[in-house]
């Protein structure tokens, strides 16, 4: 069956690093466009950051500078780098697969990561 699976999660003090790993199987992943969630506590579902699958890699005005995507195909594996975090970088980041034609979702149970000050 399809699966994403994130991992890395975890509590780490402001100005930590942490780094997040989404292993995929199931899927073409090097043909799906992956994206990295988050949801902050009482807030929405937010971007993070885009990997598509040409090599393009976007991100938030929030973390630009300091989160870092990539992927290794090889591995069927997204990568977040986060760096300097801060508490606001806190919530349950959710890994996701997107393919367009046919629209095509998926989606990671989530990691937790907290940030304390």
């Known amino acids: 069956q399809v699966q994403l699976v994130e991992s890395?999660?975890?509590l780490v003090q402001a100005g930590g690093s942490l780094r997040l790993s989404c292993a995929?199987?199931?899927?073409?992943?090097s043909y799906?466009?992956?994206r990295w969630y988050?949801?902050?506590p009482g807030k929405l579902r937010e971007l993070v950051a885009v990997f598509s699958s040409g090599g393009t890699a976007n991100y938030a005005?929030?973390?630009?500078g300091r989160f870092g995507i990539s992927r290794d195909n090889a591995k069927n594996t997204v990568y977040l780098e986060?760096?300097?975090l801060k508490p606001d970088d806190t919530g349950v980041y959710y890994c996701n697969g997107r393919f367009?034609?046919?629209p095509l979702n998926y989606w990671g149970q989530g990691t937790q990561v907290t940030?304390?000050?």
């Open 8 to 10: 890395g999660g975890g």
């Open 24 to 29: 995929a199987s199931g899927i073409a992943f």
């Open 32 to 34: 799906y466009v992956m």
């Open 38 to 40: 988050r949801q902050p």
């Open 61 to 64: 005005d929030s973390v630009k």
């Open 82 to 84: 986060m760096n300097s």
């Open 100 to 102: 367009l034609r046919p």
């Open 115 to 117: 940030v304390s000050s």
